[in-house]
């Protein structure tokens, strides 16, 4: 799913071509994509584009006199910058402009990504989870908001309603770089341990966003993806972790994972992945120590 950093270039490169542009044309190619009944997106055709930003995970079109268009773009959806008219079998929403057309893909049978149509901007605010921006927040700002209620640190980070635009991807980063396990209790956190955290999100967003940036270099963004070439820990499990070594661990849970190093962030301790922890019981390894003794074992 596209996160912050991502969302972020990917408004850079729409401002860039379509501030000031007219809408001509709508098309919407799945009846899956429009989550909302009024009013119509060909309400914003023959409008300028007067504001292009991010909401959380959305992108943001507001059209001037007119509606605003929040995209979701959820774990498969992608945005592509084609000539105007382009005309593809796989996209699902065509926004074309006098300089070229904005589509929106999606890969995969579920339909997740959506458009909403909304008019003016208390119904635009309404879409908005409330989390903070934590590229913007002062480090009492994120305390407060990181302790609001008691969460795991990686749920306290992914929830949209604590922390804006940061999902599983970045999560994993921003944890590895504070050295904090991702099932540590928020209210169990010292204010060392939350001052590392909040300088680690910092640090980890603003790295990625000049990253995907410079990778851009002006040009519309093609290759979003949540597994990058560079990423420390997150899409890279049983590989050495660039800190220490160690080999790289996971939790799998619905059809995310989290990607950490028990060494450098558990103590060495392997966290329980739900499935394999039940289905194993006593034989679950609960150290590194232990997990190496039965790999080495089981190569004998």
Known sequence: MPELPDVTVYVEALAARVLGQSLRQVRLASPFLLRTVAPQPSLAIGRRVGAVRRMGKRIVLGFEDGPWFAIHLMIAGRLHWRPAG????????????????????????KKRAALHVVDGEPALRALDAGGIEPLEATLAEFA????????????ALTDPHL?????????????HRAMLSPAALTSRLGEAEVS????????????WTARLRAEAAGKFPENVTAFREGMAVHGRYGEPCPRCGARVQRIRYA???????AACQTGGKLLADRALSRLLRQDWPRTLEELELRRKSLDR
């Open 144 to 155: 407060a908001a990181l302790r609001r209620e008691n969460h795991t640190l990686k749920r």
């Open 255 to 261: 059809d995310n994972e989290t990607n950490y190093c």
């Open 163 to 175: 922390f804006s635009g940061i999902g599983n991807a970045y999560s994993d980063e921003i944890l």
């Open 196 to 207: 590392r955290l909040y300088r680690a999100t910092q640090e980890t967003l603003l790295e």
């Open 86 to 109: 382009e005309r593809s079998k796989k996209a699902i929403l065509f926004l074309d402009f006098d300089n070229g057309t904005l589509t929106l893909t999606e890969a995969g049978s």
